[in-house]
């Protein structure tokens, strides 16, 4: 069985077709540790008690994981790696990637004919910008960058080649009979990108912890389970000191209970290409059940792999796969642009066409998998008030805040840009990496029917954001980019999560 994967640039990789096991929700998280059940009844339990989610002591630990540790045996993955070929780049021959140079009106041009779907937009990192043009597609484009008086230049001029020379796929093999503990839980790989046959994996012993819940709540196009991950609030941190009996005074004990019916959601893979938003969203989930102390005022709720069947289709097929694999009827073009697909200005900025890298569906909410996310985020808030949406994505290094569909100014978005601005600071001090904090239709291009414009303009949530991850040229990142990159993640969500949870108790 295949349980992991890498990515890698600098040499030559060769022809492989990975083979992706699905498991079954009861498989996943048995009934017998309590680690899977009915996300509702999870959070009505949780909204309800006065003690908190665990009892058991968490031993959380201030030291750093290394990729080191994550690749150590006794954390569920085998030293030894496998290099294997791979076959996912096949549909790629002959395409180029251009640079377009920064200039006005730039934008407008390359927003018609990505809409159009005669090109592919890569990054979000300001009005330069890199794309991806189908070699059916070159003379057309060439011709109206050129009538637009737009300047560019041909960074690949074949992608497929390209992409064999640079890219090596590592398979590695796990440890699958390991389980959770109180104290300890098989870390995900951060020297090597996941198969989704290696994420069930992880999933599936990550549920065996006390203070972890990991539900499907859907089924995908192709009839792949969506995961939720429900980390629940510690009672109990370093040393058995419970945070429940040890306020500094009584109103901080009001404010800890009121906490615990507050929550985040953090939301990755949605766009199947972003390997690395998968790989940032497990460390975070590891991080948060080893250090307890940092969300024990409130509710976690993690979509790890929001796309899994386009995500195996960048594995076996197509490396640049960006939508679902929805079968366009009328259409030789599949899929759907799930981040276009929110039921919240529909149709801005977005495209009609199949062939559209953003298309936007036939209708909103028309795909199983944006349905199943919409209706797991209305029942968390239905319980437990959501007060922090973050949507992981690359590339650019951005951390956006909401609307995307116009330049006016949404709810709350002077709080936004304070906490924002928090994470920022916080994600720079390890690794000197710099995310701008901006408006998503600010200097961008306008988008509407995605995840954080939803959150923000139907659930009201107060702090809403996507967050383009590294770097600002590429998001076919080294593997050794996975833990850096997770890491200044976190310590800019701990410091979010610290800023939106004053009341949290010292150890």
């Known amino acids: 069985m295949l349980m992991g994967s890498c990515l890698q640039c600098g040499s030559v990789t060769l022809m492989l077709l990975v083979t992706v096991?699905?498991?079954?929700?009861?498989?996943?998280?048995?009934?017998?540790?309590?680690?899977?059940?009915?996300?509702?009844?999870?959070?009505?339990?949780?909204?309800?008690?006065?003690?908190?989610?665990a009892g058991d002591t968490e031993a959380a630990s201030d030291t750093r994981a290394t990729s080191d540790t994550a690749a150590a045996s006794d954390t569920g993955a085998a030293s030894d790696t496998e290099q294997l070929p791979t076959n996912n780049y096949q549909y790629l021959d002959g395409h180029q990637v251009w640079r377009v140079e920064e200039e006005e009106g730039n934008t407008t041009i390359l927003q018609q004919l990505h809409v159009a779907g005669v090109l592919d937009v890569l990054d979000h990192s300001g009005p330069s910008r890199t794309i991806r043009v189908p070699p059916e597609s070159l003379s057309e484009v060439n011709y109206n960058l050129q009538n637009a008086g737009v300047?560019?230049?041909?960074?690949?001029?074949?992608?497929?080649?390209?992409?064999?020379?640079?890219?090596?796929?590592?398979?590695?093999?796990?440890?699958?009979?390991?389980?959770?503990?109180?104290?300890?839980?098989?870390?995900?790989?951060?020297?090597?990108?996941?198969?989704?046959?290696?994420?069930?994996?992880?999933?599936?012993?990550?549920?065996?912890?006390?203070?972890?819940?990991?539900?499907?709540?859907?089924?995908?196009?192709?009839?792949?389970?969506?995961?939720?991950?429900?980390?629940?609030?510690?009672?109990?941190?370093?040393?058995?000191?419970?945070?429940?009996?040890?306020?500094?005074?009584?109103?901080?004990?009001?404010?800890?209970?009121?906490?615990?019916?507050?929550?985040i959601w953090l939301e990755a893979g949605l766009h199947a290409r972003e390997w690395?938003?998968?790989?940032?969203?497990?460390?975070?989930?590891?991080?948060?059940?080893?250090?307890?102390?940092?969300?024990?005022?409130?509710?976690?709720?993690?979509?790890?792999?929001?796309?899994?069947?386009?995500?195996?289709?960048?594995?076996?097929?197509?490396?640049?796969?960006?939508k679902n694999r929805r079968r366009n009827h009328g259409s030789n073009c599949d899929g759907v642009d799930l981040n276009r697909n929110w039921d919240f200005q529909f149709g801005v900025g977005a495209s009609s066409s199949p062939c559209s890298e953003i298309y936007q569906g036939p209708s909103s909410f028309s795909e199983p998998e944006t349905q199943s996310?919409?209706?797991?985020?209305?029942?968390?808030?239905?319980?437990?008030?959501?007060?922090?949406?973050?949507?992981?994505?690359?590339?650019?290094?951005?951390?956006?805040?909401?609307?995307?569909?116009?330049?006016?100014?949404?709810?709350?978005?002077?709080?936004?840009?304070?906490?924002?601005?928090?994470?920022?600071?916080?994600?720079?001090?390890?690794?000197?990496?710099?995310?701008?904090?901006?408006?998503?239709a600010t200097g961008l291009y306008f988008s509407s029917g995605s995840t954080d414009d939803w959150a923000k303009g139907v659930l009201n949530t107060k702090f809403v954001y996507t967050l383009e991850l590294r770097n600002k040229v590429t998001f076919l990142l080294n593997a050794d980019q996975i833990f850096p990159t997770g890491q200044e993640v976190w310590d800019g969500l701990r410091a979010m999560i610290e800023a939106l949870t004053p009341e949290k108790l010292s150890e």
């Open 21 to 53: 096991i699905t498991v079954d929700a009861r498989t996943l998280a048995a009934s017998d540790t309590g680690a899977a059940s009915d996300i509702a009844a999870a959070s009505d339990t949780e909204a309800a008690s006065d003690t908190g989610a």
């Open 151 to 263: 300047h560019y230049l041909v960074l690949i001029h074949d992608l497929a080649t390209y992409l064999r020379d640079h890219e090596v796929i590592k398979l590695r093999r796990g440890n699958i009979g390991q389980t959770c503990t109180s104290s300890s839980c098989p870390a995900p790989l951060t020297d090597a990108y996941m198969t989704f046959e290696q994420i069930e994996w992880y999933l599936r012993h990550l549920a065996t912890h006390p203070r972890v819940e990991v539900t499907s709540i859907g089924k995908s196009v192709e009839g792949r389970n969506i995961w939720l991950v429900h980390i629940m609030p510690a009672t109990t941190c370093r040393g058995g000191r419970s945070a429940a009996v040890m306020p500094r005074h009584h109103q901080r004990q009001k404010h800890y209970r009121a906490a615990k019916a507050r929550s």
């Open 276 to 322: 690395i938003s998968v790989s940032v969203a497990l460390q975070l989930i590891h991080n948060m059940v080893r250090e307890c102390s940092v969300g024990r005022a409130v509710h976690v709720y993690v979509v790890p792999m929001a796309n899994p069947d386009g995500y195996v289709y960048t594995w076996t097929h197509q490396r640049m796969w960006r």
């Open 373 to 440: 996310l919409r209706d797991a985020m209305h029942q968390v808030n239905s319980v437990s008030k959501l007060m922090l949406v973050l949507a992981l994505h690359s590339y650019g290094q951005l951390l956006l805040y909401p609307f995307g569909h116009t330049t006016e100014p949404a709810p709350h978005t002077p709080a936004m840009r304070r906490l924002g601005n928090i994470f920022a600071q916080h994600a720079k001090v390890g690794s000197g990496t710099v995310y701008d904090v901006m408006n998503s």
